[in-house]
């Protein structure tokens, strides 16, 4: 709902706290088909206008979610693997993990080739530089003024990390104090 057509951007800043409750939970086999399985209606409704031209364009659209949806299951493997390996908190994970995940959807395929084989004419295919969390921002310029420094990465850095210290905040006034003797 932070996506065009209804814009609710604000909902962007608190999108990722039930998610975050994956990256936090113990290790489960069934935590990457949970986050895969709850990305596939958001990717299928984000991406529903390609097949709008012509009802061919339909497997593409089958493949465009089903590529976005991977999203989701392997940034929550960097936020897990930040957050409980490297010990960084969910609120520096998710932004570092996110915007990683974000950069490389945007720039594989065509930037990266583009860099390897040493021209910049740009005439390779891109990545799927559409739908970041910074993109939600649109509408609220205090919000975006960051993009100055960073692009829509750094707006997307922002929001994650908010999202995860809202996650710290609610886990740790539900989680039951510890008293050693």
């Given amino acids: 709902a932070s996506y065009f057509p ?12 039930p ?25 299928f409704g984000v991406t529903s206008w390609i ?16 590529y976005l949806s991977l999203h989701f299951p392997i940034g929550l493997y960097l936020v897990r693997l930040l957050y409980r390996r490297l010990g960084l908190s969910l609120a520096l994970s998710l932004p570092f993990a996110w915007v990683g995940m ?22 390779w295919p891109g990545g799927f530089a559409w739908y970041q969390i910074g ?17 829509v990465y750094a707006v997307t850095f922002v929001v994650a990390a908010v999202n995860g210290l809202l996650y710290e905040a609610v886990a740790a006034r539900w989680e039951k104090p510890r008293f050693t003797p």
């Fill in 19 to 43: 998610w975050l409750s994956l990256a936090a939970a113990e290790r489960h086999p069934r935590l990457y088909l949970l986050a895969w399985a709850g990305s596939l209606p958001f990717s």
């Fill in 102 to 123: 974000e950069y490389f959807r945007s720039n594989f395929a065509g930037g990266f080739a583009t860099v390897i084989l040493g021209h910049y004419r740009h005439d």
């Fill in 6 to 17: 209804i814009s609710f951007g604000w909902l962007a800043w608190v999108a990722f706290v």
């Fill in 51 to 66: 097949p709008v031209a012509d009802w061919r364009m339909t497997f593409a659209w089958a493949f465009m979610a089903l």
């Fill in 135 to 151: 993109h939600t921002q649109h509408d609220f310029l205090e919000a975006i003024q960051i993009a100055d420094l960073g692009g």
